[in-house]
Structure formats: structure tokens, C-alpha cells
């Protein structure tokens, strides 16, 4: 168990490595952890299951408030559903991941799912590392550790590609394939970062890490050194 209950924010783009190394430091320091970008993902599933036209926000926001999104926060088996339903695996599709912007720009869908993130965090008797995009600046402006991780389009691209063929980990092959992802990856910082609700950006307390020539077990260590930095002052 960690020495004391500590909430850790972890920000930043897509591909910089918040999901790993969060679920990691998790695991490592006995914490619990959430995947805010997952909740994003689980509303926006059940809206297009549903049929709500995701690119009008009033349809959007009248019906945020009907789906119940439950987190599981076990790093080592973390778990999402939609009204019972495990949605892990279909969130990570491209119908989603096309529309999961817009959905979480509208400002009824953010309060939401800002209250449930609150109240998961509040319950993390051991701490909690909390991953997304506004925890630093949002939704846990407390936070005891906050960090911004960046990296590289390039790298980011290469990372999300080698995962999506199941070969993370290795150089991505298949130069349009990469070129395609970075785009995608892109359009959807733009559209993240440009929302007028609470946007993906670094909180101004926040240490920032360059993960593009790091390994995961270096970011990992990085942030486990601020954690327990933090437990010392
Ligand atoms: N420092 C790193 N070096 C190499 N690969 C990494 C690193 N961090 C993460 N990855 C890999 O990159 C991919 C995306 O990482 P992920 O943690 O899902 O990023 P994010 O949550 O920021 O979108 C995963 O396949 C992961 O294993
Ligand atoms: N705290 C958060 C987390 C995610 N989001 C939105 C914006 C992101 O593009 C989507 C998906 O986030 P997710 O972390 O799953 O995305 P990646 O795994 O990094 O590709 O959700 C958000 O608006 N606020």
C-alpha cells in the first residue's frame, strides 16, 4: 500500500503512454486507477448504440444523463460497463474513437462525468491515479501529483499503430498506416485541446515528461520518484 493516500493526475494526448504507465505506478504503489478517457468512450458507445445524433449537442446533452457508466479501478483488471453491458472492447473501435470528441465536448456530458469521476476518487481509500485530459486542471485541481506527459506525433503515431496490428512495442511498419494514424491523432488533439468545456492542457502546477525517448519502465520509475517525492515534503 502506498505510505498515504495520494491522488495522482496523469494528462496528456493520445499515445504519450497515460494508460500504461498509469496502470503500472498503480499496481507498483497498491493504488486504485481510472481511465477517464474510457468513460468519454462508454458514453459515446451507448449514444450511437441509441441512435442520438452525436453531432447535435442539444440531442447529446438531453440524453448524457441516461446511461450508468460503472468503473471498475483494479489496475491490474480495470473494468467499464454501460448499463451492466462490458463494453472494453468495443469502445476501442473506430466508430467510437471517431465520435468520442464531439460527445465529450458537450458541457452536460463533462459535468457528469466529472461528478462520477470526483466521487470514484473520493472513494480510493489507498489513492488513485487518474488518467485523461482535465484532471490536473478540472476535475482534481487538489491533485497531490499532477503530470503532463508529450511526445512526439511521430512517435505517438508509430506507438498507436504497432498497437492497433498488435505489434507494440516494435518499429510500425507500413509508412501510410502511421501517416494515417498521426492525422487522426492530430484532428483529435486539435478538437480536444480546442473545445471552449474544460480542454485537454497542462495544469500550470503540473511537471511535464517527454516520453518520446523514454521506455515505459523509465516513465514509469519517473513517476513513481514524484509520487514518493511528494510523500516526503
Ligand atoms: N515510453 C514508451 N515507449 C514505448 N512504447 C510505449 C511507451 N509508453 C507507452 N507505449 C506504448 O504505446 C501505446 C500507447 O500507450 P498508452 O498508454 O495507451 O497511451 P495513452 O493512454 O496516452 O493513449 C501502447 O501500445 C503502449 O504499450
Ligand atoms: N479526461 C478526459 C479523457 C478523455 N477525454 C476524451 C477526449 C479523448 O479524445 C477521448 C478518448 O480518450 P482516451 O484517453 O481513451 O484516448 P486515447 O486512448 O489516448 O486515444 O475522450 C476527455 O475529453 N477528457
Given at each position: 500500500?502506498?505510505?498515504?493516500?495520494v491522488?495522482?493526475?496523469?494528462?496528456?494526448p493520445?499515445?504519450?503512454?497515460?494508460?500504461?504507465?498509469?496502470?503500472?505506478?498503480?499496481?507498483?504503489?497498491?493504488?486504485?486507477?481510472?481511465?477517464?478517457?474510457?468513460?468519454?468512450?462508454?458514453?459515446?458507445?451507448?449514444?450511437?448504440?441509441?441512435?442520438?445524433?452525436?453531432?447535435?449537442?442539444?440531442?447529446v446533452?438531453?440524453?448524457?444523463?441516461?446511461?450508468?457508466?460503472?468503473?471498475?479501478?483494479?489496475?491490474?483488471?480495470?473494468?467499464?460497463?454501460?448499463?451492466?453491458?462490458?463494453?472494453?472492447?468495443?469502445?476501442?473501435?473506430?466508430?467510437?474513437?471517431?465520435?468520442?470528441?464531439?460527445?465529450?465536448?458537450?458541457?452536460?456530458?463533462?459535468t457528469?462525468?466529472?461528478?462520477?469521476?470526483?466521487?470514484?476518487?473520493a472513494?480510493?481509500?489507498?489513492?488513485?491515479?487518474v488518467?485523461?485530459?482535465?484532471?490536473?486542471?478540472?476535475?482534481?485541481?487538489?491533485?497531490?501529483?499532477?503530470?503532463?506527459?508529450?511526445?512526439?506525433?511521430?512517435?505517438?503515431?508509430?506507438?498507436?499503430?504497432?498497437?492497433?496490428s498488435?505489434?507494440?512495442?516494435?518499429?510500425?511498419?507500413?509508412?501510410?498506416?502511421?501517416?494515417?494514424?498521426?492525422?487522426?491523432?492530430?484532428?483529435?488533439?486539435?478538437?480536444?485541446?480546442?473545445?471552449?468545456?474544460?480542454?485537454?492542457?497542462?495544469?500550470?502546477?503540473a511537471?511535464?515528461?517527454?516520453?518520446?525517448?523514454?521506455t515505459l519502465?523509465?516513465?514509469?520509475?519517473?513517476?513513481?520518484?514524484?509520487?514518493?517525492?511528494?510523500?516526503?515534503?
Amino acid at each position: 500500500m502506498a505510505a498515504t493516500p495520494v491522488v495522482v493526475a496523469i494528462d496528456g494526448p493520445s499515445g504519450t503512454g497515460k494508460s500504461s504507465t498509469s496502470k503500472a505506478v498503480a499496481a507498483r504503489m497498491g493504488m486504485r486507477y481510472l481511465d477517464t478517457g474510457a468513460q468519454y468512450r462508454a458514453i459515446t458507445w451507448w449514444m450511437l448504440h441509441a441512435g442520438v445524433d452525436i453531432d447535435d449537442p442539444r440531442a447529446v446533452a438531453a440524453a448524457a444523463g441516461k446511461p450508468s457508466i460503472v468503473s471498475g479501478t483494479d489496475p491490474l483488471a480495470p473494468t467499464i460497463t454501460v448499463d451492466g453491458t462490458d463494453v472494453a472492447a468495443p469502445i476501442r473501435g473506430e466508430r467510437v474513437t471517431g465520435a468520442v470528441s464531439a460527445v465529450s465536448a458537450v458541457p452536460e456530458v463533462r459535468t457528469l462525468i466529472t461528478e462520477l469521476q470526483r466521487s470514484i476518487a473520493a472513494q480510493a481509500d489507498g489513492g488513485i491515479v487518474v488518467e485523461g485530459r482535465d484532471i490536473g486542471t478540472t476535475v482534481l485541481p487538489d491533485a497531490d501529483v499532477k503530470i503532463f506527459l508529450t511526445a512526439s506525433p511521430e512517435v505517438r503515431a508509430a506507438r498507436r499503430s504497432a498497437e492497433v496490428s498488435g505489434r507494440a512495442g516494435t518499429p510500425a511498419a507500413g509508412g501510410t498506416d502511421v501517416a494515417a494514424t498521426q492525422a487522426a491523432l492530430l484532428r483529435r488533439d486539435a478538437a480536444d485541446s480546442g473545445r471552449k468545456t474544460s480542454p485537454l492542457a497542462k495544469a500550470g502546477d503540473a511537471t511535464e515528461v517527454d516520453t518520446s525517448e523514454l521506455t515505459l519502465e523509465q516513465v514509469i520509475e519517473c513517476v513513481v520518484t514524484l509520487i514518493e517525492e511528494r510523500g516526503r515534503r
